[in-house]
């Protein structure tokens, strides 16, 4: 069974400032898709971004980009710039890229605060 | 506007009592999936369905029973054999995917607590 493993349950960053979440997973598997959710205070589930496992290149999206180390099994997200609106509890979360549609596997999160 | 809706957003159980949370999603989407969060523990996965009359257990099942009549609902009832109910349920669906990872769209939540 995979897993996912997040280390740092609770994170800070001054506005404007760099963070980085740590995100490690076990598999077996070669083809798999990765994610990373932001929940806020608002318990909603937002999609921030996503890496297929195929892919060399690391994904971005704006202030968000994540750091793929695949034969480590890393997986990392980067937020720059960091905003008041970023503060929430950030998952990573781990998808089988076999046949039909699998369940995501999440961490336990980790939560970030943003101070002004 | 398509999306997934989740009710009642709060809901108490007695002792004893059986509750169902409701799920259902215009998205027309093939799959539908429930997870239990607990604070510190992350999202587990209760159980999911790819195709109508047809569903499977995840990792912490006991306690739980869910049906797929239709492929817009999948409603999760909270037995009194679940000792422990008390939490946040989320329900996701998502399109049947193959060469292209299809997305989960998440509801808005239900919080369930003990009387």
């Known amino acids: 069974a995979q897993t996912v493993t997040q280390s740092q349950p609770e994170m800070s960053v001054q506005e404007a400032e760099t963070v980085t979440l740590s995100c490690t997973y076990d598999t077996s598997e070669s083809d798999y898709y990765l994610f990373w959710y932001k929940q806020p205070p608002s318990r909603q589930m937002i999609l921030v971004i996503r890496?297929?496992?195929?892919?060399?290149q690391n994904a971005t999206e704006n202030r968000f980009s994540v750091n793929f180390q695949k034969a480590a099994k890393s997986f990392s997200l980067k937020i720059s710039d960091s905003q008041l609106g970023d503060a929430a509890m950030y998952f990573c979360?781990?998808?089988?890229?076999?046949?039909?549609?699998?369940?995501?596997?999440f961490g336990k999160g980790t939560r970030l605060s943003v101070i002004a | 506007d398509g999306g997934i809706t989740q009710s009642p957003k709060y809901l108490f159980r007695k002792e004893g009592q059986n509750v169902t949370l409701s799920c259902e999603q215009n998205l027309n989407h093939d799959a539908m999936y429930w997870y239990r969060q607990d604070p510190g523990q992350g999202l587990r996965l209760i159980y999911y369905s790819q195709i109508v009359n047809d569903f499977q257990k995840g990792d912490i099942a006991e306690g739980y029973s869910v049906s797929r009549e239709k492929k817009e609902s999948f409603p999760l009832t909270v037995t009194s054999a679940q000792k422990n109910p008390t939490a946040f349920y989320l329900c996701?669906?998502?399109?049947?995917?193959?060469?292209?990872?299809?997305?989960?769209?998440f509801g808005d939540g239900t919080r369930l607590s003990i009387l």
């Open positions: 979360a781990y998808r089988s890229a076999m046949s039909g549609n699998t369940p995501l596997v």
């Open positions: 996701a669906s998502s399109k049947l995917g193959t060469a292209v990872d299809q997305p989960q769209h």
């Open positions: 890496q297929e496992a195929y892919k060399q």
